[in-house]
């Protein structure tokens, strides 16, 4: 099978560091003598668009040279495909936004040309699985590929949004920004209904749920999460006071945030939370003002929705082959290695 490959780049992404990490990247594209084409958004929502264009002109393999945003509008364009066609495509993600979660889940290193190396001689494709939410309020609706959050770490999205603390260039923003929202935000009564049957009644501080490990930067808000479940993993905060939630803010780039008593992790196939005031659902860090300001979601997830590259040699989330999961296996444990944190690390060095 011939591949022609489509690298879609949001020159806002990575503050403002993605074209320049592409032009590195594209030194190496050009010796692989394969058929590419490269497009640039413009503005929000672009990149849906062109992801789905590119697959109906024959692209079977469409890159994303950006951050977790720029994926999950693609993800949400290639959702737009029939089954059949999208089966026929797979995914990969380069790092060069300021988050690039997603891409660690993946297995992709930090350096351009070393990226690039691993997505055309060390990579393979499998299916992953993702996320759909529904509003019911505002009648929003959207795919995600990593993570959901609501809460603290929602309002943080929103602040980002709307450019609070745009003056920080790194992934820290994200933790100062939480610290900043810790101040001001208010616990919200909430009902959070899991697979129909079980109710929890809340005071909601933070919620995440998904097949990713991470968010924010590195954030490992569900650790045992793998994007090859056909269940959430989940973490909500039953009765978190704003100490605790500090505390879990502290802990959570090691996932000790789990211990903290008041709070619950567990997984689901599909997960609905009614509130009695509106908050922000944060897809992918993506937030659409107002559309995903909400006080009713209703989040499931469609195992085995796409197909990805991801790099063979991970060392800290096992993936399995299409094969494999042909014959029934399922993810068990993803860290097998070392951990996310650790293989994180290694991949802002390489």
Known sequence: ?????????????GSQQCEKRWKEAEEVVKKQEIDYDVSFTSGPRQANILAEEAVKNGFNRIVVASGDGTLNEVVNGLM?????????????VLPFGTGN?????????????????????KSAVSPASIGKIHLVDTGYERYFVNLLDAGISSEV???NKKGELKFIKSASRY???????????????AVVTIDDEKKYNVKLMLLIFG?????????????????????????????????????????????????????IYSTSKKIEVELEDAIPFVCDGELDI?????????????????????????????????????????PLKNQYLISHSEFRKWQEKN
């Open 290 to 330: 107002p559309e995903s300001i909400s006080t009713h979601l209703i989040g499931e997830i469609i195992p085995h929705a796409i197909n990805v590259l991801y790099y063979k040699d991970h060392k800290s989330i096992k993936w399995l082959s299409r094969e494999e999961l042909d014959k029934g296996l399922r």
């Open 101 to 121: 979660d997603y891409a660690t889940t993946l297995g992709f290193p930090w350096n351009p040309k070393n990226a690039i190396d691993v997505l055309f001689n």
């Open 157 to 159: 999205g929103l602040g």
């Open 211 to 263: 097949n990713g490990i991470s968010l924010g930067g590195g954030m490992i808000g569900c650790p045992d999460a793998h994007p090859q479940k056909e269940l959430f993993d989940f973490f909500l905060t039953e009765n978190f006071t704003k100490l605790k939630t500090l505390k879990g803010l502290m802990t959570i780039f090691n996932g000790e945030h789990l211990k903290i008593k008041g709070g």
């Open 1 to 13: 099978m011939s591949y022609k490959w489509k690298f879609i780049i949001n020159p806002n992404s």
């Open 80 to 92: 737009n495909l029939p089954t059949e066609q999208r089966k026929k495509v797979a995914l990969g």
């Open 175 to 189: 933790t100062l920004l939480a610290l900043k929202k810790l101040v001001t935000m208010k616990q919200r009564k």
